[in-house]
């Protein structure tokens, strides 16, 4: 087994992952950086190269979030990393302008977000999966932490730092049913859709039957791509509800995605945090956007009109059990009106089964002694018993505390920053100094 490298340099801050909420703070310290001094930060993505969720940007895919809710504009509408800034750089300002929308495709943001990390190569390492985080001791405390992370050929890292932020995303979430088949390239997560669709049958034009699980935004997006991309294939929609409901995002209920809101969230107890957390499920969860559902409904009404039943819509449907055979995967599905059991087969099931937000847990589990209950307080910073001393951020796990932005851009440039200055606020208490450094690098050996 190869050797780890174990890099000598005490960090200020190492982030695990550098999707849009990394990023966002990237930008928001290098501001910082300029008046108060720089942070030594390093970002480790798991990923080869920057990708937002590339599997999943079909053509029709569009961003769900006004394109002024970027990574920088709420905070700074003057920065250079606005989405704004980007499109006079690529010379489409104008044309943007002449579409009309705040809603760009998802490739395009997909773009954004990959010519801002650019700009940050000396901060970021791809191809790097952080696997756990340790504490370092001195005299029973937690001075710093350890990040171990392993290359995609094998090759261990060893990193040491002051302070990390744990920004790794959602993981997807596999309905027991089909936990069994992991490996059987036929039953794919949404998450992988498009690298999974391209070694399909149907690429070069086979007759297909797919099964979409589940009633979100993913499965009404693979939907719309199976039935516009592969006239072969024929679509079973899934879903346990009794239809497709509508992302609600009029006005007054949008609010609930405002800084403001984040602050109200935080100031209530636990039981009110939840129930304004479940009041407003229906904004992001289990729902779709009322395009999308009016183009799904249009497309099965001209099957009517046509009287070729190419797709089939079974809502109040549980898949029972999930087998592969020969023939392809058998799914026993029940109808929960009827109560009925059949048992139909397809060729390959995409899983639009959503997301769980657990990898912290995993992530930190050698620091659980000093976690608790992974609370968090305002600036996202985990709430530690007094022997840790380093700094733990969250991004991505705190919608239990801060609401239903957590996992979406609505307030990234925000939060990145109350995450920035309290990260400057940590440093400052515990001092800079180079002993602390030698000291650090003394027990990590
Ligand atoms: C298909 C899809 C579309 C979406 N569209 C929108 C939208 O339009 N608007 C909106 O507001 N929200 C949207 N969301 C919600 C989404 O969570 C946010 O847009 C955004 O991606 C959150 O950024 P993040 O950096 O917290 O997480 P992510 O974007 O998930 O980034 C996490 C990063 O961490 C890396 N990583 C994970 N584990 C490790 C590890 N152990 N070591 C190293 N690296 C690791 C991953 O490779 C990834 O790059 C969408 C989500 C999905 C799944
Ligand atoms: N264009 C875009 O910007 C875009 C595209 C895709 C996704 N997204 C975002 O990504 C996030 C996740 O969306 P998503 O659609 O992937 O997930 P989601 O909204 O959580 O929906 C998951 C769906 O899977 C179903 N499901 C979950 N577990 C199941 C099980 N065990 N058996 C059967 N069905 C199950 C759910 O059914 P129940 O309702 O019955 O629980 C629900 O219909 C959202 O924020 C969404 O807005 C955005």
Redesign the pocket.
């Known amino acids: 087994m190869t050797q780890a490298i174990a890099s000598p340099i005490v960090h200020d801050l190492i982030g695990v992952g550098f999707g849009p909420s990394n990023l966002a703070l990237a930008i928001a310290l290098q501001e910082r950086g300029a008046t108060h001094g720089e942070l030594d930060v390093l970002f480790l993505d798991k990923q080869a190269t920057y990708s937002w ?1 590339g599997n ?1 940007l079909s053509t029709q ?5 006004s394109f002024l809710k970027d990574l920088v504009t709420l905070r700074n509408p003057t920065s250079p990393y606005s989405f704004v800034n980007y499109l006079k750089h690529h010379g489409r300002l104008v044309d943007f302008i002449n579409l009309g929308t705040f809603y760009p495709c ?1 490739m395009e943001y997909n773009d954004y977000l990959r010519w801002v990390a650019g700009q940050f190569t000396a901060q970021s390492r791809y191809g790097e999966e952080v696997q756990f985080i340790e504490p370092v001791l001195h005299n029973q405390q937690v001075e710093a932490l350890r990040v171990i992370s392993r290359g995609s050929d094998g090759q261990q890292f060893v990193r040491t730092t002051r302070s990390v932020v744990v920004s790794a995303g ?1 993981t997807p ?1 596999i ?3 089909f936990k069994a088949l992991k490996g059987d390239h036929r039953v794919f997560h ?1 998450s992988q859709y498009l690298s999974q669709m391209a070694r399909q049958p149907c690429v070069n034009n086979q007759p297909m039957s797919i099964a979409i ?9 693979a939907f719309i791509d199976l039935n516009d991309s592969f006239p072969s294939v024929q679509v079973d929609m ?4 009794s239809a497709l409901k509508p ?1 609600d995002d009029s006005p007054f209920v949008n609010e609930v995605f405002s800084p403001e809101f984040t602050d109200l969230v935080f100031q209530q107890n636990s039981v009110e945090r939840e129930r304004l957390v479940n009041e407003y499920h229906n904004t ?4 779709v ?1 009322i395009d999308l559902i009016e183009r799904i409904y249009g497309i099965f009404y001209r099957q009517k009109v046509s009287g070729i039943a190419r797709h089939a819509f079974r809502t109040l449907t ?2 029972e059990s999930a087998t592969a055979t020969a023939n392809g995967i058998e799914l026993a599905v029940r109808n929960n009106a009827t109560g009925e059991v059949t048992v139909r087969i397809y060729d390959t099931v995409v899983l ?4 769980e937000r657990q990898m912290h847990r995993k992530l930190l589990a050698p620091l659980e002694e000093y976690l608790g209950e992974f609370e968090v307080d305002r600036n996202y910073k985990l709430i530690t018993d007094e022997r840790c001393k380093a700094g733990i951020y969250m991004q991505g796990f705190c919608q239990a505390s801060h609401g239903l932005s957590d ?2 851009l609505s307030v990234l440039p925000i939060r990145a920053d109350e995450i920035a200055g309290s990260l400057y606020e940590h440093g400052k208490q515990r001092g800079h100094s180079r002993s602390v450094a030698e000291l650090l690098l003394a027990t990590a050996s």
């Open positions: 969720h999943t895919s569009e961003l769900q979030i998802r959602g979430r309905p027991e049913a949404h699980i589940g009633g979100g935004q993913s499965a009404a997006e899934i879903l346990r509800g992302a992001n969860y289990s729902v956007d549980t898949v639009a089964t959503g997301y996992t979406l």
